[in-house]
């Protein structure tokens, strides 16, 4: 079992930039960097949509390619997400979600095993 905590959500006005942060508990026998951690968003009336996964490089939306840099850290856990150049469109509840790594990086939400509760990011136009 691995629970997700994400943190870093926040207003911003369009332009802005945002650092959200998802602290991971270790699941047991299975070391952090075994697993695939991603972002997905849901925008009111929408569907959950993938942003940005990591294994050990970075896989990204074509939305958000150029603007959000996804990272983690093995040793402590945790994964960010830096947001630059908001816009509006960017506007959801960001959630952070992870899986075990199975050869392949998933951008289906379906595909994700564990989710955290999600943090609200604004973006004012």
């Known amino acids: 079992q691995v629970q997700l905590v994400e943190s870093g959500g926040g207003l911003v006005q369009a332009g802005g930039s945002l650092r959200l942060s998802c602290a991971a508990s270790a699941a047991s026998g299975r070391p952090f960097s075994s697993y695939t951690v991603a972002w997905f968003r849901q925008a009111p009336g929408k569907e959950r949509e993938f942003v940005a996964a990591?294994?050990?490089?970075?896989y990204y939306a074509d939305s958000v390619k150029g603007r959000f840099t996804i990272s983690r850290d093995n040793a402590k856990n945790t994964v960010s997400l830096q947001m630059n150049s908001l816009k509006p469109e960017d506007m959801a509840i960001y959630y952070c979600a992870a899986r075990y790594y199975s050869g392949s990086v998933y951008t289906n939400a379906a595909d994700y095993t564990y989710w955290g509760q999600g943090t609200q990011v604004t973006v004012s136009s």
């Open positions: 990591t294994v050990w490089s970075g």
